[in-house]
């Protein structure tokens, strides 16, 4: 079956209306970075201060808060590293099997027209392994992108004494280069990576296959994986520059619960509209460039075979 991107657009709208409980794999792992962010930031606390200096933060003063911090940071600095290392390990396995169950959703939403829960959990417990070590090594390659900084932060560290020498202002000019480039090399690798996970999830394939067809994928469809790459953006740049003037407005209001509400409530409108939406549309253009089965809603056929 082929479908032109208009089409896979405007029936990927309809499939994500029909099934708004692909958003609850994404609202359950929210909930549980959250959950797992705040035990770290309490864990931090305790490694900072200790059980004994917590008691009397409130009456600290500002210098004895930061003598104390800087103590303790020197002292415990890996524990700070351990602690980072397993709370990323930690929120990379819950996204990993959440967004694997709701690509899952996606796929069976879009072949059959509908979804449920128990294709999230057959979908994020077959694949999310494999979904762990795809997002980890692309992760490290964007990571790898930090080279590209290196020229420029030597020389302004070399010449940090000499701030008004020529080598000085060339080392920020050539940071700010490579912050550059960085910045291009990151949105060629959202480009080729956009569909490895989908990939991994629909066909079923390892953490190297699905890296290696998800970029294959790309190479034969540039022109649909790119036009639809822009309209997310656009959409989502959109959508984030709303949020933020609403957000600014709330601050100014001076409503410090209206503003906590809108931070929560904000992401969790992004949580149940957008971003399923996102997943389907990518999908959806997954599975029509593949050959996939998809389902056919008799209400959305064109006349005279259009």
């Not at 808060?65 to 590293?81: C, K």
């Not at 996204?95 to 690509?103: D, E, L, R, T, W």
């Not at 997002?135 to 302004?156: D, Q, R, S």
């Not at 994986?225 to 822009?230: D, Y």
Request: aromatic letters at 12%.
């Amino acid at each position: 079956m082929s479908e032109s991107l208009e089409n896979i657009i405007s029936k990927g709208f309809h499939v994500w209306s029909r099934n708004l409980n692909i958003c609850i794999p994404l609202i359950f792992n929210y909930i549980i970075q959250v959950a797992v962010m705040f035990a770290a930031a309490v864990a931090g606390m305790l490694i900072l201060f200790g059980t004994s200096s917590l008691d009397n933060i409130a009456t600290m003063t500002d210098d004895e808060l930061f003598e104390i911090m800087s103590t303790s940071i020197g002292e415990n600095i890996q524990a700070f590293v351990v602690l980072v290392i397993l709370v990323f390990v930690i929120l990379l396995l819950f996204q990993s099997y959440f967004f694997g169950g709701a690509v899952g959703m996606s796929q069976n939403a879009t072949a059959k027209g509908d979804s449920s829960i128990a294709d999230m959990f057959n979908a994020a417990g077959n694949n999310f392994f494999n979904v762990f070590k795809a997002n980890f090594v692309m992760i490290l390659v964007e990571l790898a992108g930090i080279v590209f900084l290196v020229p420029g932060a030597v020389l302004v560290r070399n010449n940090m004494e000499l701030i008004d020498s020529s080598q000085f202002a060339g080392g920020v000019v050539l940071l700010f280069i490579g912050i550059l480039i960085w910045i291009l090399y990151l949105l060629i690798l959202d480009l080729l990576f956009s569909v490895v996970i989908y990939t991994i999830v629909i066909e079923h394939v390892s953490t190297l296959d699905g890296i290696t067809e998800g970029v294959r994928f790309f190479m034969d469809n540039k022109f649909g994986v790119f036009i639809l790459w822009i309209i997310i953006f656009i959409i989502s740049a959109v959508v984030g520059i709303v949020f933020y003037i609403t957000g600014n407005i709330i601050a100014i209001a001076g409503s410090e619960s209206m503003n906590i509400a809108w931070s929560f409530g904000s992401q969790l409108i992004l949580l149940v509209t957008l971003q399923p939406l996102i997943i389907v549309l990518w999908t959806r253009l997954y599975m029509v460039k593949t050959g996939k089965d998809i389902y056919i809603d008799e209400l959305l056929i064109e006349p005279w075979g259009k």
